[in-house]
């Protein structure tokens, strides 16, 4: 563990064995031992927070729209796990309030990481921000918020500004440390592909944890834990070494 989570997270739930950013694999994601998952949030048309990773439905739900021009009431009404396999064809686009009432009920901590569609950065950021700020079970260890998006990382900080935030970003930009430092990040989440030992000695130097998506490889993750990498967030955590 470092200081704010275990060394493996289960990227959008255990999402080699479930279909992502289901119930079914958030509840796959605790029955593989998982402490922790991560999972994207974004807004329907009428600004609740569901958990979905692409802004239209056609991928997961196999059907036109997209999230941003939809109702909570409509979106309710498509399947997000049939694409995976039959037995999942039931699972609905899980909302924030659902999915959260469900790591309560397994004990699952979380990386949340703000996922905004296409011009709703600040809203995004201050809906998800207050609510975690609000309803977040206390039972639960204070989750991780994270983005792509420094619109929506400065909105949730203006709203909750006790939540701790991870700038997330593929190749690790040469700007990381100012850009975290406007932003007040204490994490730093980074595609592991690209990453090199000399910038996990760097970022970990000046005193953050550095986690890694998304690594499914075993191997791969032993050596990144051998650099210093704090966490992996993996779609097979039960594959993963514990560091
Ligand atoms: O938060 C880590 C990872 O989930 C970021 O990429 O596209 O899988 O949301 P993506
Ligand atoms: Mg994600």
């Keep these: 563990m470092d200081n704010r989570g275990p060394r493996v997270i289960a990227h959008r739930g255990a999402s080699a064995q479930a279909p992502e950013n289901t119930m079914a694999a958030m509840e796959k994601a605790a029955d593989l031992g998982a402490a922790w998952v991560e999972f994207d949030v974004k807004l329907s048309r009428d600004g609740h927070p569901v958990v979905m990773h692409d802004d239209t439905l056609r991928r997961t739900c196999g059907a036109p729209g997209a999230v941003a021009d939809l109702t909570l009431a409509e979106l309710s009404a498509f399947r997000a796990g049939a694409w995976f396999g039959p037995a999942f064809a039931d699972e609905p686009i899980p909302t924030l309030e659902g999915l959260v009432a469900l790591l309560e009920r397994r004990g699952l901590g979380a990386n949340v990481e703000l996922k905004p569609c296409p011009g709703r950065d600040t809203e995004t950021g201050q809906v998800v921000g207050a609510f975690l700020r609000d309803r977040w079970p206390a039972s639960l260890p204070v989750p991780v918020v994270s983005s792509f998006s420094d619109e929506s990382l400065a909105a949730c900080r203006a709203v909750a500004p006790d939540l701790p935030r991870a700038l997330l970003v593929e190749a690790i930009p040469g700007d990381w440390a ?63 070494p514990n560091g």
Excluded: K
């Design 178 to 240: 100012d850009r975290m430092a406007a932003l007040g990040c204490v994490d730093l989440h980074a595609r592991w592909r690209e990453l090199t030992a000399e910038q996990v000695r760097r970022v970990r130097g000046a005193g953050h944890a550095l986690r890694c998506y998304t690594v499914n490889d075993p191997q791969a993750a032993r050596r990144l834990f051998d650099w210093g990498v704090d966490a992996v967030i993996s779609d097979a955590p039960d594959r993963m």
